[in-house]
């Protein structure tokens, strides 16, 4: 079974962090507690799940900064910020550089709820992402540079024909490496080797009317 995930509430004030774990672990969230940002870098790993609860202005390292320090490592963990102090300026830097929300306090129970399971969703949804395009890649990586040569234009829509006169070889010979490259993808059509490029950064999204020439 894989780890639940994490609501990390980092506030220098003890009872905004009291207040928000009953708040949080009475929703049935597991929560982390730390008093500073310094203190929640030490234990980070980005490699877990869940959300970031963020109080702006603290003590040492503030809000932003944490916020600035996660994104140079390319750490992508949602985060909602939690703000005595917020201004709609302070509000709309968090957001435009990644913040999911941007809460003052005192936030309603309600809304801190909503806001963290918006949180989570986004998470998952971000890992289930990664994980579809580290697997595409994976599959694109053991196709031979001929087949690589190839599944971008069946995934264009061209026809066997059409490849093979391109290409300068046998309609039956690209029927061949045609097989293998959906063996190798796991897929049945070419509108599937369409979206295993399409996840590798290959292709444009669906409807970008370009299409890779096949003159030679």
């Known amino acids: 079974m894989s780890e639940r995930p ?51 202005q603290m003590p040492g390292m503030s809000g932003a900064e944490l916020q600035a320090v996660l994104a140079e490592r390319r750490a992508r963990l949602p985060i909602v910020f939690l703000s005595a102090h917020g201004t709609v300026s302070t509000s709309v830097r968090a957001v435009k550089a990644g913040a999911l929300d941007f809460l003052e306090k005192p936030a309603e129970g309600r809304l801190v709820l909503e806001r963290v399971t918006a949180a989570l969703a ?19 990586e053991d196709l031979t540079p001929r087949e690589q040569e190839i599944a971008p234009l069946l995934a264009h829509g061209h026809s066997n024909k059409e490849i ?24 049945k059509a070419a509108f599937d080797v369409a979206e295993i490029l399409r996840a590798c950064g290959l292709l444009p999204p669906p409807g970008d009317p370009s299409r890779r020439p096949l003159e030679r």
């Open 6 to 56: 994490t609501v990390f509430v980092v506030d220098d004030d003890v009872s905004v962090r009291k207040g928000l774990k009953r708040l949080l672990e009475a929703g049935g969230h597991t929560v982390e507690t730390y008093a500073s940002a310094e203190s929640f870098l030490q234990a980070f790993d980005a490699g877990r799940r869940g959300c970031l609860l963020l109080d702006m």
């Open 122 to 140: 986004a998470d998952s949804e971000r890992r289930r992402e990664a994980a579809r395009r580290a697997s595409a890649r994976a599959r694109w």
């Open 164 to 187: 093979a006169r391109a290409l300068g070889i046998s309609h039956r010979t690209v029927e061949v490496h045609r097989a293998r490259i959906m063996h190798k993808l796991g897929v």
